[in-house]
């Protein structure tokens, strides 16, 4: 789509550009005066179609790699460094100051977020402000873990006070689909824990994370974050290679996850907490509300061009119904708007990645190859930064489309007449995240949920698949997730329970309540925070 810069809003442009030169390592904004990697956006700003320049960003290499990894292990400094002892009113004060710092960056953000990765207004600004909220609800659940464990218990003649303490340092590489809200969901807890982080963003979505690297320096003390900027296989692997980092935090695919682990040399120390690819699958069953799961197949396929791993990325659909479906479902998709972020309405919007539209467009040719056809009117209609949702019916088993996770404008459409044709594919798949379940029969319903929740690991009745609400769990089986993320579960994830244990006893007992009342110890306390 192409533009002029006299037609963007005055709110949205970018005025200049931004040429980043600095990196946070050991509590410095440290000037770089090496390498820069052009930022570009698919988003056009002139009448004929060209590329949008935003910036420029830090091309690291492996020395710095090495640099920001000892200044999270000197920080952590095998859990006797300042944050990994704090206690945990302090770290929550860090956190509290950050957020606030955060919430000023707002509208920094949100326009990079437009520009940087083609995402709507709309959604830019709820994944700011989802962000915020997660941060929030972080801090209030870390802060009942700790009402929770401010007691002693006592079993066979012995004392516990069982906290959860830190695992050690961390590499953090988030996602370019949500570079901030799905980056932060591992950093936050990561780092309210006690743990030391290196964090690299994410190819796509990486100007955006400038906006608040004075927040992080300001709010945490010296090498608990280190922020790098730089080519993944140039930086992570060096870091991996090391064996200093104690947990991998990464949300991405499956492929990178395994590279990664493979280069660490003591694995069985290395703590994973992986969100990873999925091929959700929606089943529409012969009494499902039509109108519904149209609408709710639109939301799951197309939110955000269905780049999201909880996407909708296959429809089975009962050849009762399928026609009838079909015909509404092209209709509605037809009916999207095609437009730049900021445009009201607007639901589809450029592509972030330039080869993505050719890659789609293979998909469409295979599956066409093979039989499939485009029941959508624009279904594959082609610009210079997008191609149009393309509807695909029917679609068999030997489509790369059928297959391959999309992560794009394409919807699979699959007819079945027997329920366990959906249920043996997902069997055989080698992801299990979420499934969509559209009907109302709870005779028919009852056994597919039993079935269904050891196949996945959420289903979602009548609606599309997501993540939130936030405090809810977050995995997936197989090749889909390792770990738990949500708002309790990743404070569980990013830490380990440890304690204190003593013999009662009169001896005993006059020290720990000594230590008690005197309040020598971060660790072994009864107080607890409001």
Partial sequence: ??????????????????????????????????????????????????????????????????????????????????????????????????????????????????????????????????????????????????????????????????????????????????????????????????????FKPAKLGVLLIYPLLEAFQKSFPKGVVNIIYGRGRVLAAPIMESGKVDVLALIGNSKSANILQEKHPKKNRLRLVLGLEAKNPAIVLPDADLDLAVDECITGTLSFNGQRCTALKILYVHESVVEEFNRRFSYKVDSLKFGNPWEPGVKLTPLPEVDKPAYIQELIDDAISKGAKILNKKGGETSENF????????????????????????????????????????????????????????????????????????????????????????????????????VHDALRSFSIRTFVASKDNEYNNAILNELLNKKTSNFISTDYIL
């Fill in 1 to 198: 789509m192409t533009t002029t810069f006299s037609e963007i809003p005055e709110a949205y442009k970018i005025n200049s550009l931004l040429h980043q030169k600095s990196y946070l390592v050991s509590g410095e904004l440290k000037q770089w005066q090496g390498a820069t990697s052009e930022v570009y956006s698919t988003i056009s700003s002139t009448q004929d179609y060209k590329p949008t320049l935003l910036g420029t960003v830090p091309e690291l290499g492996g020395n710095e790699a090495i640099e920001a990894l000892n200044a999270a292990h000197e920080a952590y400094d095998n859990g006797q460094g300042l944050w990994p002892t704090m206690k945990v009113v302090d770290r929550i004060a860090c956190m509290e100051t950050f957020v606030k710092l955060m919430k000023t960056k707002r509208e920094e953000v949100v326009k990079l977020l437009m520009w940087e990765i083609g995402k709507n207004l709309p959604d830019s600004e709820k994944e700011f402000d989802r962000t915020v909220d997660y941060i929030y609800d972080t801090i209030e659940a870390y802060k009942q873990i700790d009402r929770d464990s401010a007691k002693f218990e006592k079993n066979d003649g012995v004392y516990a006070h069982i906290r959860r303490g830190p695992l050690g340092v961390v590499l953090c590489l988030g996602p370019y689909n949500y570079p901030l809200n799905e980056t932060f969901t591992l950093l936050i807890p990561a780092l309210i824990m006690g743990n030391t982080v290196i």
């Fill in 387 to 486: 191609i149009y949702p393309a509807v695909l019916y029917p679609v068999k088993k030997d489509m790369r489309v059928f297959i391959e996770e999309q992560f794009g404008p394409v919807i699979p459409v699959v007819s079945f007449s027997d329920i366990e044709e959906p249920l043996d594919d997902m069997a055989e798949s080698n992801y299990g995240q979420q499934v969509s379940l559209f009907g109302k029969n709870v005779n028919t319903l009852s056994p597919l949920i039993d079935t269904l929740v050891n196949l996945v690991c959420r289903v979602n009745l009548n609606s599309s698949c997501q993540r939130g609400p936030d405090v809810y769990p977050f995995t997936g089986r197989k090749d889909s997730a390792v770990s738990t993320l949500s």
